[in-house]
């Protein structure tokens, strides 16, 4: 059973950074694309980035230049390093591989 | 970037039959687009119902299906039951960017 677990969510300051992890199982992260999608409070669905099989990259242009992504295949995860967060960058966070995880919030407020 | 189009809400009657439909400001939507419905009921966690224009999820049932139409990605719902009211949202891909469409709210009433 595929199975997505995020974690790292958490209120934090503008400016400040933070970064998520999402921890597959019963699939490889290696050999497939793993994507990062966000929804702001009572809003819709918004990509964000996204790491294709082959390791190439590609990033949403709001958070290009300050989000990364990036995997370990040995510990089956991916992570999202989140830099000089915005208080538009506020919303909960899902990793997807075709299954969704049940999101970590990222509030960003002083 | 591709701006991605959905009626911003529809509404069927139960074992109505209804399509959502999913159109790309840059031209016709090909099979090339991957194109994934994604399901999201109230404070539940979205999931992916169709993907690859017409391929379902184990748990999508029967009457959900996926299509090429007209030129735009579509979703059609045979025999619409009231479980089925959700938020639909639209999804291209290809191997780089993605572009989620604004979400097509279902009514079953």
């Known amino acids: 059973e595929v199975q997505l677990v995020e974690s790292g969510g958490g209120l934090i300051q503008p400016g400040g950074s933070l970064r998520l992890a999402c921890v597959g199982s019963?699939?490889?992260?290696?050999?497939?694309?793993m994507s990062w999608v966000r929804q702001a409070p009572g809003k819709g669905l918004e990509w964000v980035s996204i790491i294709h099989g082959r390791g190439d990259t590609y990033y949403a242009d709001s958070v290009k230049g300050r989000f990364s992504i990036s995997r370990d295949n040995a510990k089956n995860t991916v992570f999202l390093q989140m830099n000089s967060l915005r208080v538009e960058d506020t919303a909960v966070y899902y990793c997807v591989f075709f299954y969704w995880g049940q999101g970590t919030l990222v509030t960003v407020s002083s | 970037q591709a701006v991605v189009t959905q009626e911003p809400s529809l509404t069927v009657s139960p074992g109505g039959t209804v399509t959502l439909t999913c159109d790309s400001s840059t031209g016709v939507v090909t099979s090339g687009h991957y194109p994934y419905w994604i399901q999201q009921k109230p404070g539940q966690a979205p999931r992916t119902l169709i993907y690859?224009?017409?391929n379902k999820q184990s748990w999508a049932p029967a009457r959900f299906s996926g299509s090429l139409l007209g030129g735009k990605a579509a979703l059609t719902l045979s025999g619409a039951q009231p479980e089925d009211e959700a938020v639909y949202y639209c999804l291209l891909t290809d191997s780089g960017p993605w572009v989620f469409g604004g979400g097509t709210k279902l009514t079953v009433l």
């Open positions: 019963g699939f490889s992260v290696s050999g497939n694309y």
């Open positions: 690859d224009t017409n």
